[in-house]
């Protein structure tokens, strides 16, 4: 039982490249988020999922774009990278009557 | 505009000594939590508390949640270099699925 997993690890990627954030849980949990973490200002939420077949923005959703792909995966994609993306992006999950969101180890990315 | 103001931002104590962060918003939550993030891993919950007045003991750390749903603290006692860490709040609002979470609290127990 991995709890949720992401990939990759880390990344680098050039200004204009894009790229594809995996996510996935075995927790069977029905709800998935995407968060990035900059340094001072905690974790913002970028999309989340309530449920499997939707999708809604975060707070800071602009230049981002997400797949459910099934009640496991949460995907999270980027189409032109810029600098202003180098941050640290976690993946959560959470059952859907309770508060307790579950995160996955994170995927720190630079973009140059 | 961060929803949850935590306090300090920074704290380097000697172990031993005791601790206190603070959580704060002008809104209500319907609960707050606190999770524990170290460094290269994702954060890692430590508490809910669900009621106004609620207070919650794990080992040396104890959680409060204010009367009227808009405020926590977390007290360590005797910290440890094993308490070193970032702590952060979140807060769930009624209705919708989502959580807003404070800046963080950097927190160093010195040897």
């Known amino acids: 039982n991995a709890g949720v997993t992401q990939t990759p690890k880390f990344q680098v990627l050039k200004t204009g490249q894009s790229m594809t954030l995996q996510c996935a849980q075995d927790?069977?949990?029905?709800?998935m988020y995407w968060y990035r973490q900059d340094p001072g200002m905690g974790l913002r939420l970028i999309y989340y999922s309530a449920s499997e077949g939707t999708t809604d923005k975060g707070e800071v959703p602009n230049g981002y774009n997400v797949s459910r792909l099934n009640k496991r995966e949460f995907s999270l994609r980027l189409e032109s990278a810029a600098p202003s993306q180098t941050s640290v992006y976690f993946c959560?999950?959470?059952?859907?009557?309770?508060?307790?969101?579950?995160f996955g180890p994170g995927t720190r990315l630079t973009v140059l | 505009t961060q929803l949850l103001e935590q306090s300090p931002q920074f704290l380097s104590i000697q172990e031993g000594e005791n601790l206190t962060v603070y959580c704060n918003s002008s809104?209500?939550?319907?609960?707050l939590q606190w999770y524990r993030q170290e460094p290269g891993e994702g954060p890692v919950l430590l508490v809910t508390?669900?009621?106004?007045?609620e207070v919650k003991k794990l080992k040396r750390l104890t959680f409060q949640f204010g009367d009227a749903r808009k405020d926590s603290s977390l007290h360590i006692t005797a910290a440890q270099p094993g308490d070193t860490g970032l702590y952060l709040c979140a807060g769930a609002t009624p209705v919708d699925y989502k959580l807003s979470f404070g800046a963080g609290t950097t927190v160093t127990v010195r040897a």
């Open positions: 809104s209500v939550f319907s609960s």
């Open positions: 959560a999950a959470k059952i859907l009557s309770t508060d307790t969101q579950y």
């Open positions: 508390v669900v009621t106004g007045g």
């Open positions: 927790m069977n949990h029905n709800s």
